[in-house]
């Protein structure tokens, strides 16, 4: 992927859509108050913000009006990473902002969610019902003896009661923790175990791509496998009605969010847990990752008040199940006061294009998806605007990979040509984005717009020396207030150190292989840890696959760089072919010739093959690592925890190839 740092932009936001936006309001009135850059646009606020970071982030507290009931001593008390201290003294509680507009009587009655499901028919929750169900659930939450600190677990989709039940679980200043239904058992208690939830919400089932998936069995062994368990909720999403169809004595939904009883935030401190997140785990138990309740709440606001220029009047929907990150990023949603779309379903069904469909029925005004999503729909010959009005959308937003340049080109071609396509990239790890949405910036192909405002973002080489135009590592040099507190059960810390500050020492070192250009803006060249070196020449995965791709005959690929025991370099290409395509000599010239032309004549593969599937993770990320230990000779059972992939038939397929070929190695 190269850069198109002089290259005209895509798309440019005239002069009323950069006054209009909320970044540009935010700047004028930080110059004001905070002694921020009244001129120079967005590189001079973003400089400025992560020099001066402390004065930043109490200009966003402001901003957006933190309801602090216990003033903070001061804003970063420690700035070391990891142990960076925020906001010492404050206390605060997330749910009562994210239910702020509830508050006001003119916009109560406006919908906080719309719930969608295949049938793409939205069923509003106004704010004011919202609120009453959050507050009747946090007294039953209370009775059940839920205490600040205890893990409240949901295994559902993405509906309005999982919504509830997050913000009922956030106003009691216990700590929320969910995986989506079509996790296996495995999976779920490879992630629950760790923290010992007391309640657990469950649904009987789930639709998906038109069929009816029944999780009674499932859920069943969840509860014998949680001692820890004092209560499970049931949610009759498919029509199973408490008592007959739960889980013996299973407390019903609708019973513990009847009645009328005002919301009691508990006053939590600053880095008191909100959440546990996990990591993939496709290597070991997945790293429970624990955000806290202040940090969220002020990461969140900045990056949707103000990158993604959100607030009343806009309707958010964003494709994500309550396994990945995005949902958390989507509840947040409300704290700006904007609609929040949540929809429970494949992405493409009845058709390829049924996102599209759900934008348009939402009245959607940013929409985000997978980059496989955008070029899975280009593939497939998807006419958004043709098909559907999409006049509302003013930003199509992508992430879970980097968007190649052709889905720019699909996004402008086939949506419109006035629209800000935002390809963002951040991680679990911090639950938001390090780079991405920019609404007062252009666009340029293959590029992510600019490093977020608070965000020190840097590209190092080995020696930790910053780069400019070069591929390095991403790196973060000071902290952000929704970097981890913890992981659980890491009581030294170590599992969290070698994480992300081993390499670099008191620098966050993310995993991937970024390029910053001189104009500020960012290339994603995929995770560092599958790089592409031969020859010292280093190449990004995603390139491969962004060129590869582009092939009508190869639905998906996977590249592996080997590093074999008589110093050679072995790197195969998997490819994943279209429905009727054939792997033949003319085929692999082709994908060759694109690679030598498009990328380097080094990173011509040595093998092509053709493969029944490409693994992925449970939130879809293609799996690279683990592969590449199955050809190194690793046991499935070590290069990968079954329990984190989506097809492990596919993995016995690698393993099986590995050992074929290490056998035909020794016949030689």
């Not at 895509?10 to 001129?39: S, Y």
């Not at 509680?93 to 969608?116: C, F, G, I, K």
């Not at 791509?209 to 820890?228: N, Q």
């Not at 973002?457 to 207030?481: A, C, H, K, W």
Request: aromatic residues 8%; contains cysteine; proline residues 7%.
């Amino acid at each position: 992927m190269t850069s198109a740092a002089n290259s005209a932009p895509l798309w440019q936001p005239d002069a009323d859509r950069v006054a209009a936006a909320r970044v540009t309001r935010f700047q004028a009135w930080a110059a004001e108050h905070h002694g921020a850059p009244a001129e120079g646009g967005y590189p001079a606020l973003h400089r400025w913000s992560v020099d001066e970071l402390e004065t930043f982030w109490q200009a966003v507290a402001e901003w957006f009006d933190i309801r602090f009931t216990t003033p903070y001593e001061r804003v970063l008390a420690d700035r070391s990473m990891p142990g960076a201290r925020w906001f010492p003294g404050a206390t605060l509680n997330y749910a009562e902002h994210a239910l702020r507009t509830a508050e006001d009587p003119a916009r109560s009655a406006e919908p906080a969610l719309l719930r969608v499901d295949e049938t793409q028919e939205p069923a509003p929750v106004s704010w004011a019902e919202l609120r009453r169900q959050v507050g009747a659930l946090a007294a039953r939450l209370r009775d059940l003896g839920v205490r600040p600190g205890d893990r409240v677990s949901g295994y559902l989709p993405n509906i309005p009661e999982a919504v509830t039940a997050l913000l009922a679980t956030a106003a009691v200043g216990a700590v929320w923790t969910s995986c989506a239904p079509d996790f296996g058992a495995r999976s779920v208690l490879d992630r629950f175990q760790q923290v010992e939830p007391v309640v657990l919400f469950t649904v009987d089932g789930y639709r998906y791509g038109g069929k009816e998936h029944d999780r009674t069995a499932t859920v069943a062994e969840l509860r014998d496998e949680l001692p820890s368990l004092r209560a499970v909720v049931h949610i009759p999403l498919l029509g199973t009605e408490a008592p007959e169809g739960a889980p013996e004595g299973a407390l019903d939904w609708a019973a513990v969010t009847a009645g009328e009883t005002e919301p009691v935030y508990e006053q939590v401190p600053f880095d008191h847990p909100l959440w546990v997140l996990y990591s993939s785990g496709t290597t070991g138990l997945p790293k429970a990752i624990v955000q806290s309740q202040g940090g969220i709440l002020l990461e969140h606001y900045k990056q949707l008040g103000l990158h993604c220029d959100l607030g009343p009047g806009d309707r958010f929907f964003w494709y994500t199940s309550t396994g990945w990150m995005m949902w958390n990023f989507l509840v947040s949603g409300l704290l700006t006061g904007t609609t929040v779309v949540l929809y429970d379903g494949s992405p493409g069904h009845p058709t390829t294009g049924a996102q599209w469909a759900v934008a348009e029925r939402t009245g959607a005004t940013l929409f985000g998806t997978s980059a496989a999503y955008v070029m899975a729909c280009a593939k497939a010959g998807v006419h958004p605007s043709r098909d559907h009005d999409l006049s509302r959308i003013g930003c199509v937003a992508t992430t879970g990979s980097p968007l190649p340049p052709d889905g720019f080109r699909w996004l402008h071609d086939e949506v419109r040509a006035d629209l800000w396509i935002a390809s963002v990239s951040g991680g679990t790890d911090v639950c938001s984005c390090f780079a991405g949405a920019v609404p007062t910036l252009p666009v340029r192909i293959g590029e992510l717009q600019a490093a977020c405002l608070g965000t020190d973002l840097r590209s190092f080489d080995p020696q930790g020396e910053p780069l400019v135009g070069e591929v390095g590592e991403l790196v973060v040099t000071n902290p952000m207030p929704s970097m981890p507190v913890r992981f659980w059960n890491d009581p030294d810390g170590s599992r969290y150190r070698e994480s992300y500050f081993e390499t670099y020492p008191g620098v966050w070192r993310h995993g991937d292989w970024i390029t910053l250009t001189e104009t500020g803006s960012v290339i994603i060249h995929g995770r560092s840890d599958s790089t592409l070196n031969r020859q010292g020449v280093r190449m990004g995965s995603a390139d491969i696959y962004e060129a590869v791709e582009r092939l009508p005959e190869i639905r998906e690929s996977l590249v592996i760089g080997l590093e074999e025991p008589d110093g050679g370099y072995w790197m195969p290409l998997f490819v994943h072919l279209a429905p009727g395509a054939v792997l033949d000599d003319a085929l692999r010239d082709r994908v060759k010739r694109t690679i030598r032309e498009q990328l380097s004549p080094r990173h011509v593969p040595d093998e092509i093959i053709e493969v029944p599937g490409v693994p992925h993770t449970l939130t879809g990320k293609r799996i690279e690592v683990p592969v590449k230990r199955l050809l190194q000779g690793t046991d499935l059972a070590k290069a990968v925890n079954p329990g984190s992939v989506d097809n492990l038939d596919l993995l016995r397929f690698y393993e099986e190839l590995a050992r074929t070929r290490r056998e035909a190695r020794s016949a030689h």
